[in-house]
């Protein structure tokens, strides 16, 4: 019987497909090294999105202050302006259906929101004074930091393994530089914060100079104009622009243990790649990384080999680009573009019994693709599979305005939708590009690993030891699955002690 989820994905491809040859837009031409605006006109649509990039991340923290442009961007959109205090706000906003958001990445930060054409007027007002006339007020900076300082010693620590594993492997892999800490901050340094400090990165980075329009949906010159003139309102001043971090090179495998009393065990591994969406080698990278562990895709290989065959957990996938909240998103989200990306591999939630040979798998899988490459089969089926499902990743205009953005940003200069774009790199790539990218961008050697589980002392010794760790399974299995498992639970970790950190998880993201 074909599983429902398979048969759902198959008929929103087919819908999204026949939508597509209905909706027409223009686009601005996409220049990086200029400020003008990301236009997404859609005739029909009777609402306007608004996406404003203000070119500043968390890279741009002071050192000791990390958080502060996250805590920034929330007091803009989360406090009160010198019109309307927060509440007021709140109220003004409810009866029009309408809100407006931040995000701040490493190297970008969106305020973002949408309404109706028919509310346009009232928002807009309420939209543009919240970049424009923040009230800063003490007791929104108070309410704020203590949501964020709760974010992270309680939900990021104790509440979700998969994201405390990814946070902590991007902080691994680039300690030492400008992205190594997350967005949040540290607890340390929010603490430190001012308000002094949140009105000066204002007065620095949310200048004239330093932010690009989108606008999508059923918005008219007019408007373009508009927001144009009152956003030049903004302080004067182009902030210096941060270098591109370099991540020190790894020797070998490093890992990192999060000591915590759980009840299964997250696995995360990686390394930095020089490979970005403008990049010619990037279409071949995302078909190998589609076949090998697409998020949420029930046909990749290692959700196959782990989960299908195995029956060991919820999700096996990778990453060629940071995929944020993906435990509760299906595809990934736009507005986090990065100079420096990581390929990573996350594995959750494992049982603690199994914990060693889960790794030992995902490793060996990605050794065997490494060495042997993708076949004429592999390549040609998840090549007509990531066509279709790439029109997934932005469904609506304001994802659409998101990639929009982000091409801008990577100077992909594109015509038209990046998600055309991509597809149509796709259309001419071939098997050997693929194998040749994959040789040449991803390896097994040398790597970082954090690993979110109980007994870490025990574990790390088990580790060290590299003895057989057999699987134990509930239910039966085939034999030929058993045949591997005795291949898998001797595959060599090669681990050195000094090469293994352990840290308790109340630690992490304290300073």
Not at 338 to 343: G, P, V
Request: with cysteine; hydrophobic share 35%; charged share 30%.
């Amino acid at each position: 019987m074909l599983n429902f989820n398979k048969t759902l994905k198959i008929i929103i491809v087919y819908l999204a497909i026949i939508a597509g040859t209905f909706i027409v837009y223009s686009c601005a031409d996409m220049d990086k090294n200029t400020n003008k605006p990301v236009l997404l006109q859609v005739s029909g649509d009777p609402t306007v999105s608004f996406r404003i990039w203000f070119k500043v991340g968390s890279q741009n923290d002071p050192k000791g202050k990390e958080g502060l442009a996250n805590l920034t961007a929330s007091m803009l959109s989360d406090g009160s302006t010198t019109r309307n205090a927060y509440d007021q706000i709140i109220e003004k906003m409810f009866p029009i259906a309408s809100s407006y958001s931040d995000k701040v990445d490493k190297e970008m930060t969106i305020i973002s929101g949408r309404t109706h054409k028919d509310n346009l007027e009232e928002y807009y007002q309420l939209f543009t004074e919240a970049i424009l006339n923040p009230a800063f007020k003490d007791e929104d900076f108070q309410r704020i930091k203590s949501d964020i300082l709760n974010y992270i010693e309680k939900d990021l620590r104790y509440s979700s393994d998969e994201e405390l594993g990814k946070a902590a492997l991007t902080s691994f892999i680039f300690d030492g530089t400008r992205y190594a800490h997350i967005s949040s901050g540290t607890v340390e340094s929010l603490k430190s914060i001012t308000l002094d400090d949140v009105r000066q990165f204002y007065k620095t980075y949310y200048t004239k100079d330093n932010f690009v329009i989108g606008l999508g949906g059923g918005f008219d010159d007019k408007l373009v104009k508009r927001l144009e003139n009152d956003l030049s309102k903004l302080p004067e001043g182009k902030p210096v622009a941060s270098e591109k971090p370099k991540p020190a090179k790894i020797d070998g495998r490093e890992l990192l243990i999060i000591d915590k009393d759980c009840e299964a065990t997250a696995i995360n591994f990686g390394f930095p790649i020089d490979i970005v969406r403008s990049d010619e080698d990037f279409p071949a990278l995302a078909l190998f990384n589609s076949w090998f562990g697409e998020h949420r895709n029930q046909s990749s290989h290692l959700y196959q080999v782990l989960r299908e065959k195995r029956g060991m957990n919820y999700g096996d996938y990778s990453y060629i680009e940071a995929f944020l909240n993906g435990g509760s998103r299906e595809v990934p989200e736009p507005n986090n573009p990065r100079r420096q990306q990581i390929f990573e591999v996350w594995l959750r939630p494992v049982q603690n019994i199994n914990r060693h040979f889960a790794l030992r798998a995902a490793m060996r899988e990605l050794q065997n693709v490494v060495d042997k490459g993708l076949t004429k089969d592999q390549f040609e089926l998840t090549k007509k599979y990531l066509s279709n499902y790439c029109l997934f990743w932005a469904q609506t205009n304001m994802m659409k305005l998101g990639y929009q953005i982000d091409s801008r940003f990577y100077g992909v200069t594109d015509n038209g939708s990046y998600i055309e774009h991509f597809r149509e790199k796709l259309k001419n790539l071939t098997l050997e590009q693929v194998n040749k990218a994959i040789k040449k961008h991803i390896q097994y050697k040398n790597l970082k690993i954090t690993i979110v589980t109980k007994d870490a002392e025990s574990f790390k010794v088990e580790l060290l030891n590299d003895n057989a760790s057999p699987i134990t399974y509930v239910t039966p299995v085939p034999e030929e699955v058993r045949l591997e498992d005795r291949v898998i639970e001797i595959y060599p970790m090669e681990l050195r002690e000094y090469k293994i950190k352990i840290v308790k998880v109340e630690e992490m993201f304290q300073r």
